[in-house]
């Protein structure tokens, strides 16, 4: 939701509220759908805002990956460099060092297309005319987080040759066995739960809050400046200063959590490589 969107929303509430200046938002306030097409039982089916976007940001990577490298030469273009730029970033500073050995080329493409996607919906946050991170819905990233748990179990249970020698592979070696009834659950928890749910609620957490902060800041300043008060209303002017220093941080935080969400993708991939736990 943007600025502007969730700005409107408050203040239908607040008139709906009979003059009241201070009222708690509800999850309701927060689900604008732009078309609704019907319901099934208590789901509705409906096109979303991050839907629309995450659909622009498939479309601007693939045009933009095809433009820069379908006359790639040695000696690169502007356009094959800057492409080049973010792949070697993925390529060496992530998969290498975090999967290592000769079998990280096979994850390139997939952390490629991961950082890739999250980096630019995360700045879509930043966007005039969209304000809104794709990664703020929690859907999203729970959908990238299965990709990435399916593909690193997958990878284990192959490595290690079996559902049954992958969950025995968990455990650490040397562990005294009246100690396995407390260490087994907590090895299943961790690979099986802990992961996924952290890696997923880690990047929608971030991109919420920042997204929430940067609303307060611009709509408190709106209504700090149409409030009555003069002195309110001066007090508007450094509170979109201080919208704007928040846009330039939320940039680096966007940026870090997209890198942070392949990292430890490519961490878990280069862990179910490992021979030993």
């Known amino acids: 939701m943007s600025p ?21 938002p509800k999850v309701s306030d927060f689900w ?37 490298t379908r006359r790639a030469a040695v000696v690169p273009s502007k356009g094959q460099w800057f492409t080049e730029l973010f792949y070697n970033f993925v390529r060496n500073d992530i998969a290498k060092d975090s999967i290592g050995g000769r079998e990280f080329l096979k994850f390139v493409p997939l952390l490629f297309a991961l950082f890739m996607f999250i980096l630019l919906t995360n700045l879509f946050g930043v966007v005039p005319g969209i304000q809104m991170p794709t990664m703020a819905r929690v859907g999203f990233p729970i959908g990238l987080t299965l990709v990435v748990y399916v593909v690193y179990h997958w990878i284990g249970i192959k490595k290690q040759g079996g ?8 455990i650490p070696e040397g562990i005294p066995g009246w100690l396995l009834p407390l ?10 739960i802990t992961r996924p749910l952290t890696l997923a609620l880690r990047l929608f957490g971030n991109m919420f809050a920042g997204h929430m902060l940067l609303v307060v800041f611009v709509i408190g300043g709106f209504e700090l400046l149409t409030s009555g008060n003069i002195g309110y209303a001066l007090v508007a002017i450094p509170t979109w200063l201080l919208a704007i220093l928040m846009t330039a941080f939320e940039v680096l935080v966007q940026a870090l959590q997209a890198f942070v969400f392949t990292l ?6 280069g862990g179910a490589l490992a021979d030993d736990h």
């Open 163 to 170: 559902l049954g020698k992958y969950i025995a592979w968990m």
């Open 183 to 192: 260490i087994v659950p907590l090895e299943l928890l961790t690979f099986f």
């Open 32 to 68: 604008q759908p732009l078309i609704t097409f019907g319901h099934i039982g208590d789901m509705t089916i409906a096109l979303t805002r991050s839907m629309v976007t995450a659909t622009i940001a498939v479309v601007v990577l693939s045009i933009w990956l095809v433009l820069t």
């Open 4 to 24: 502007i969107a969730l700005g409107a929303s408050l203040s239908a509430l607040a008139a709906a509220g009979e003059g009241e200046g201070h009222f708690p």
């Open 264 to 269: 430890l993708a490519a961490s878990y991939i």
